[in-house]
């Protein structure tokens, strides 16, 4: 069973192995309740983040063993139902952790140095020559970037950020060797907030991360940091996200992700100084293939008695 469309090499694959496919193609999710009704007597699901597999869902559909979602990070599938009753979870990490950071470090760009704000100048018809105070941004060499959330794309985006000449300083739960190694240093949550000039976040959504991001640590921050999120909507407060933005105590914030997605605060769409993006991180020809082809793997693996590289 395959909920919602997905790139075709996912779809060869499972085809080729001769397995009996019902396929989705739509480009929106079914409500759980609607996607349990064909999904009932599936051996397999292959999902994206957008469904939402509940208890419910996992204890209703008998034969189910396998549940591959189609991204890295899987709040949307209540994991601790599925390992009670035996159904392996897969997810796809890895092959999206540059894409990924490639675009969190296109966002800080953005932000930085007000690139949708200039393109929309010249859409508006203003450029009427060279200025010596035109649009004027904020350097990013030398200045410290906190990543919070170490692991796979964090790793990345430190690396695009070393390449730019920032520090850099990350929080994890840990702290990664490979990461001091290049000049990195790992801080406590307080260190983090109160020393970045830019922080970009890069964690997972749990209990403990939602919103990480609110009124008492924005307070914490320096005025006028940029926060970049590529992580999760629900790790940021989006109110008091605004109410920082209006007062000047965030200079700006460069969003791909919204708390409660696809609904975005309103107000964020009347800043100029923020660039909100559709929840596009690992939305590159490349990485979307072989999402597909780990989903499609991970699902033969368990129903032909293998244990996939990927379970969650
Ligand atoms: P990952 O490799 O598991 O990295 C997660 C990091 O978060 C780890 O360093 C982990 O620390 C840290 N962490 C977890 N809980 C923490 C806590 N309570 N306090 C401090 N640190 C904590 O995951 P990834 O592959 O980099 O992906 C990260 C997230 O990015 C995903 O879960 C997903 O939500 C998001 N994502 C978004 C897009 C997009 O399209 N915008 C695309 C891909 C992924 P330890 O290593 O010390 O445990
Ligand atoms: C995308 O948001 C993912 O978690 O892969
Ligand atoms: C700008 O275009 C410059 O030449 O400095």
């Not at 692991?151 to 920032?166: C, L, S």
């Not at 006028?224 to 109410?243: C, F, P, S």
């Amino acid at each position: 069973m395959i909920s919602q469309k997905i790139p075709d090499s996912g779809i060869v694959l499972l085809e080729e192995r001769g397995y009996e496919l019902v396929y989705l193609d739509q480009e929106y999710p079914l409500e759980t309740e609607e996607l349990l009704k064909v999904c009932r007597d599936a051996d397999a699901l292959l999902c994206l983040l957008s469904d939402h597999i509940n208890a419910d869902f996992l204890q209703q559909c008998h034969k189910l063993q396998v549940v591959a979602n189609y991204a890295v990070g899987y709040e949307n599938i209540d994991v601790p139902t599925a390992r009670e009753r035996g159904i392996v979870v897969t997810n796809t990490p890895d092959v999206l952790s540059k894409a990924t950071a490639d675009l969190a470090f296109g966002l800080l760009l953005a932000v930085s140095r007000r690139i949708v704000e200039a393109h929309q100048y010249i859409l508006e018809g203003e450029f009427d020559g060279w200025k010596s105070t035109l649009l004027l941004g904020t350097e990013i060499s030398g200045k410290t970037l906190g990543v919070l959330g170490a692991g796979r794309i964090g790793t990345e985006m430190a690396k695009r950020a070393i390449g730019f000449d920032m520090d850099v300083i990350y929080h994890s739960r840990s702290p990664k060797s490979h990461l001091d190694d290049t000049g990195c240093r790992w801080v406590d949550l307080e260190t983090l907030l109160s020393e970045s000039d830019f922080i970009s976040l890069h964690l997972p959504l749990t209990t403990e991360t939602k919103l990480i991001i609110n009124a008492k640590t924005l307070a914490r921050m320096k005025q006028g940091v940029y926060l970049i999120n590529t992580g999760r909507g629900k790790l940021v407060d989006e109110q008091a996200l605004v109410t920082a933005l209006r007062t000047g105590q965030l200079a700006g914030a460069g969003l791909d992700v919204y708390e409660l997605e696809p609904d975005i605060h309103p107000e964020l769409t009347e800043l100029n100084n923020v660039v909100l993006l559709p929840h596009i991180g690992s939305a590159t020809t490349e990485a979307r293939d072989k999402m597909a082809g780990l989903c499609a793997s991970a699902i033969i693996d368990v129903l032909e008695g293998r244990t996939p590289p990927n379970q969650v």
